[in-house]
């Protein structure tokens, strides 16, 4: 009994020194004094402006309106279309910020009153016929804008309600 008791603690010690308490030195790889030189490129997509940014206000758009006349701004007219964009609009777009969406805020400074329209009009044809769509659609990682079947005169409010923000 005795001689299986100090069998089994000798190979108990010799498991607990062959397991661990030896901490292994990782070695660096010997340099001959060359320096590893990183260069930096920008591919063109990075100093591309991203289609949200871009400003085009001659473009406008492939759908329905073609022309559209814009005065001063028709308050009442505006608040339906803040109405209608809570409505519609605010699981993909904020007023202020992007989200899923672009935010419209200084729409109007970078798009056609026209193109606008026709957009909301007809995201689908927009992002068939237009090359600003496209190159939105692949900015907002292929989400596309869902066709919230506006009238005419509903997305005329929501321009409207745009020019206020």
């Given at each position: 009994?005795?001689?299986?008791?100090?069998l089994?603690?000798?190979?108990?010690?010799?498991?607990?020194?062959?397991?661990?308490?030896k901490?292994?030195?990782?070695?660096?790889?010997?340099?001959?004094?060359?320096?590893?030189?990183?260069?930096?490129?920008?591919?063109?997509?990075?100093?591309?402006?991203?289609?949200?940014?871009?400003?085009d206000l001659?473009?406008?758009?492939?759908?329905?309106?073609?022309?559209i006349s814009?005065?001063?701004?028709d308050t009442a007219?505006a608040?339906?279309g803040e109405?209608?964009?809570?409505?519609?609009?605010t699981?993909?777009?904020?007023p202020?910020?992007?989200?899923i969406?672009p935010?419209?805020?200084g729409?109007?400074?970078?798009r056609?009153p026209?193109?606008?329209?026709?957009?909301?009009?007809?995201?689908e044809g927009?992002?068939?016929?237009?090359?600003?769509?496209?190159?939105?659609?692949?900015?907002?990682?292929?989400?596309p804008?869902?066709?919230q079947n506006l009238?005419?005169?509903e997305?005329?409010?929501?321009?409207?309600?745009?020019?206020?923000l």
């Amino acid at each position: 009994m005795k001689i299986t008791l100090k069998l089994l603690t000798v190979l108990f010690v010799t498991l607990l020194i062959s397991c661990g308490g030896k901490e292994e030195q990782k070695k660096e790889p010997i340099s001959y004094g060359k320096k590893e030189v990183t260069v930096k490129t920008e591919s063109a997509k990075e100093k591309a402006t991203p289609a949200s940014k871009k400003i085009d206000l001659t473009n406008k758009g492939v759908g329905p309106i073609s022309s559209i006349s814009l005065g001063e701004i028709d308050t009442a007219m505006a608040a339906e279309g803040e109405e209608i964009f809570k409505k519609m609009c605010t699981a993909c777009h904020r007023p202020n910020k992007k989200f899923i969406g672009p935010s419209p805020q200084g729409l109007l400074e970078r798009r056609s009153p026209e193109w606008i329209m026709n957009m909301i009009l007809d995201p689908e044809g927009m992002v068939k016929n237009d090359p600003l769509a496209k190159e939105l659609l692949i900015e907002f990682n292929g989400s596309p804008m869902a066709n919230q079947n506006l009238t005419e005169k509903e997305a005329r409010a929501v321009l409207e309600y745009f020019r206020t923000l």
